[in-house]
Nanobody, 124 residues
Framework: QVQLVESGGGLVQAGGSLRLSCAASGRTGSIYVMGWFRQAPGKEREVVAT????????YYVDSVKGRFTISRDNAKNTVDLQMNSLKPEDTAVYYC?????????????????WGQGTQVNVSS
């Protein structure tokens, strides 16, 4: 089992920055990949960024490339999402997710473990 707790959400003006953090506990040494997903009202949950815990290989959805950075700290069992140049369309609940298995990491349905989510609001 893995437990995930997100922090760092809030309200920011367009063009501003926020840093989200996800703290993992439990079988952290067995985590294969972690991801950040978001869900806006009335929309499906979508991938934002993912990172493989052993290699550090990252993936970003096109809409956040060049603005967001995902990083990991294996010693602290944390995965952060640095979000710069935020836009109103980035407004959503952001979720951290983890998988112990090799999966197609962009699909939310493939993740077994989820945090409770943190709200990000970007005002125009």
């Amino acid at each position: 089992q893995v437990q995930l707790v997100e922090s760092g959400g809030g309200l920011v003006q367009a063009g501003g920055s926020l840093r989200l953090s996800c703290a993992a506990s439990g079988r952290t040494g067995s985590i294969y990949v972690m991801g950040w997903f978001r869900q806006a009202p009335g929309k499906e949950r979508e991938v934002v960024a993912t990172i493989r815990m052993t290699t550090g290989t990252t993936y970003y959805v096109d809409s956040v490339k060049g603005r967001f950075t995902i990083s990991r700290d294996n010693a602290k069992n944390t995965v952060d999402l640095q979000m710069n140049s935020l836009k109103p369309e980035d407004t959503a609940v952001y979720y951290c997710a983890a998988s112990l298995r090799y999966i197609r990491a962009t699909m939310p349905g493939n993740y077994a473990y989820w945090g409770q989510g943190t709200q990000v609001n970007v005002s125009s």
